[in-house]
């Protein structure tokens, strides 16, 4: 049952997310705000959704281990997973953006300032703070690199009406709030029953759904053929997921972390995101470099166990 419940979960959390970026994205073209703003302040932050609420929900309830092992869990599948699916199905991918220059500092700083964070065992208030402050560091930086994103033309069409747009958001947030409250409660379930760790839950099944947005979009970008979209959209998740993610559950309560016990979850995370920067500063956008990400992943997943 709790199995059932969990799948349950992750589909209210996913649909959730959706309903507040699609509605968000109406509000800011109603007022006339850029599509560049809309991009950098929704999309990016959106799709990662599913990871705040779930990991904020599991530090309420004072599961640490899930809170941060989600995050951990999902920079490895976004690069991973989703970025090797994009690669393998893209027909050509060749950014306007010169990614490696302006963006893959970005995705591998934050995993840095995790890891110095996390040498004292735990994730604070202050250190809650700093990341909310890098976050905004983030966003400062897209505003001035122009960096846009695209919104889709069919909300441009569409007539926008307050009534329909609040009760849309509305039940947003409360697929978002409630998938995640109902996904912690039987993770932690299947957990016991299997004699699973909550880091492992986490790391993996947790992860794996919330990840389901960034994948979605992905997909959807790279049979687009918008591709350098999707690379964005997974370099943005990754900053968000520890910077506002980690920062605002370790501000709801303190987080532990054990850099030891965990010491091949988080070296996976941070090789797989220096095997970004390198993509990135070779531009091997390319099947190969699928190929490689996904034999990475099963090797993590294989070791993990």
Known sequence: MDILIFIASMGALIYGADFIIEESEKIALR???SPFVIGATLVALGTSLPEMAVSMSASIKGSGDIAVANVIGSTIFNIALVLGTVFLISKKINPNRDLFAKDSSWALFPILVFILMGI??????VDG???LILMGAYLTFLIGSNQVEEIDEELRREKFAWGKTSLLLLTGFALTIGG????IDSAENIAREFGVSEWMIGLFLVAFGTSLPELAVSI??????????????IIGSNVANFTMVLGLSSIVNELNVDLAANFFDISAALVLTLMLVFITANKLYNKSA?????????LVIQNSF
């Open 31 to 33: 007022y006339k705000i």
């Open 120 to 125: 004292d065992g735990k994730l604070n208030t």
């Open 129 to 131: 703070v700093l990341f």
């Open 180 to 183: 995640a409250d109902f996904a």
């Open 220 to 233: 959807k970008a790279a049979l687009n053929n918008n591709a350098d979209l999707a690379i964005g959209n």
């Open 290 to 298: 699928g190929i490689v990400l996904l034999v990475v992943l099963g």
